[in-house]
C-alpha cells in the first residue's frame, strides 16, 4: 500500500503561479510511476504529468510547457510547478502512484494509489 498526501492547492490570478507537492508512504520509483491528474466539475478525470521509474517524463499537451513535474532527492515527494495558469487549469488536482510502467501520459486505468487532491482555482 502506498499512501499520497497532497498540497499546495489555492487560488490564484490568471498568469499566476503555484506549486503542488505529493508526499508518499515510500518511493515508488524502483520500478513503478508518480503522476498528476486533475478533475474539473462535470468532466472526466484526465492526466497532467507523470514521472517514470527512469526519469523521464510525459505531459498533456494542454500542460506542456507550463506545467513541469520533478521530484525530491529521497524520491518520495514529487511536485508540480505550475505556471502560466489560466481558467482552464481550474479544477481538482490528484496525486497518484503505481508499481506498474505504462507508455504515454498517464490514464486513471494505469495507476492504482490516488491521494485526496487539492483544488486549484484559476480567475481571470
Known amino acids: 500500500q502506498v499512501q499520497l498526501v497532497e498540497s499546495g492547492g489555492g487560488s490564484v490570478q490568471a498568469g499566476g503561479s503555484l506549486r503542488l507537492s505529493c508526499a508518499a508512504s515510500?518511493?515508488?520509483?524502483?520500478?513503478?510511476?508518480m503522476g498528476w491528474f486533475r478533475q474539473a466539475p462535470g468532466k472526466e478525470r484526465e492526466g497532467v504529468a507523470d514521472?517514470?521509474?527512469?526519469?523521464?517524463?510525459t505531459y498533456a499537451d494542454s500542460v506542456k510547457g507550463r506545467f513541469t513535474i520533478s521530484q525530491d532527492n529521497a524520491k518520495t515527494t514529487v511536485y508540480l510547478q505550475m505556471n502560466s495558469l489560466n481558467p482552464d487549469d481550474t479544477a481538482m488536482y490528484y496525486c497518484a502512484a503505481t508499481w506498474r510502467r505504462f507508455l504515454g501520459v498517464g490514464r486513471p486505468s494505469n495507476y492504482d494509489y490516488w491521494g485526496q487532491g487539492t483544488q486549484v482555482t484559476v480567475s481571470s
Open positions: 514521472m517514470h521509474s527512469d526519469g523521464s517524463t
Open positions: 515510500r518511493s515508488i520509483f524502483s520500478s513503478g510511476c
